[in-house]
């Protein structure tokens, strides 16, 4: 009889646990899934959730409208470093003004917009405003700025340089959420909650041109433009909704997470991400008429804040865990 020694025994019998208890190899790549989560970039000094988070692609850099931090936080996507943050009182979206190197920032506390130099990031100035701010776009042609009430259907339109309000424009609802600005064909889109539509306006002279409605479909948040599609994406309660932009007619729903608030839209990999405050990113394929559920992919809960880079498609989210604050990549499987 052949005899095995203690130790040979010991080895083998740790060997079997270990292939017994491992996770499969899917499991421990995640390789089904269309995304998967990077090392997250610890933004030091601060706390506190966010709203709205954006891509400057012309600096490299993220920004994050860092709500409960009362910043500005500017990321600098090179070195994977936290530049600044930059004191604004509550900060809810910032918008990139590439041609004047400047960020304007939605403000509050008390209401205002403000203006940051994105070489210094030093605050250059601000615009009082008569209520609490939130989303906020800037239109590259007439260099003008969008801010929305965060208490009312109504958005300012903004010189920055005049630092003034030069018109208001109403809107038929009882609030706003997201806003798309589509400087190809001179429109803005604007969701509107208690109408439940999505709001088409005309850039060159700021009148409301039509309303589409969402019924069945209700709650809009975020939206985006998906311009390889012809078509507009809204995120709703539990629905993703793609809009045909010339005829302003649904042309495909698909069921997503619940509680989406914010969502990114990636052209060159046909790619929508709709944030969940419940932990997960329901990744969807877009295409012409046609929208695809891909996966839910685990992120951190209460995480609803997203953004992605069109240069190098990673997915971004930043979310306060522990009361330490994170930005994390996703990459995506098809890039």
Partial sequence: MKTISLNAAIAAGLMFGYLMSAPSSSAQTNTSLPLTGGEPIPLPGTGGKFDFIRVDAVNNRLLLGHEENKTFDVVDLDSKKLLKAVATGTSQ???????????????????????????????TGEVPLPAASDIIGFDPDSGLVHVCNDTAAEQWVIDPVAKKIVSTVMFDGKGLEDMALDSKNKKLYQAVKGSNTIAVMDLSNEKILTAWPLAPDKGP???????????????????????????????????????????AYDPGLHQAYCSSRQGKISVVAVAADKLTALADVPDETGAGDIAVDLKTHIVWVAYDKGGQCFAEPFMPANK
């Fill in 93 to 123: 979206d910032g918008a990139v003004d590439a041609s004047r190197g400047n960020y304007y920032v939605s403000g509050n506390d008390p209401g205002r917009m403000v203006i940051v130099d994105a070489k210094t990031l030093a605050v």
């Fill in 221 to 263: 948040h975020g939206i985006a433009l998906a311009p390889d599609a012809d078509g507009l994406l809204v995120a709703c309660a539990g629905k993703l909704v793609l809009f045909n932009c010339n005829s302003g007619k649904i042309v495909a729903t698909v069921p997503i997470a619940g509680r989406v608030d914010e969502m």
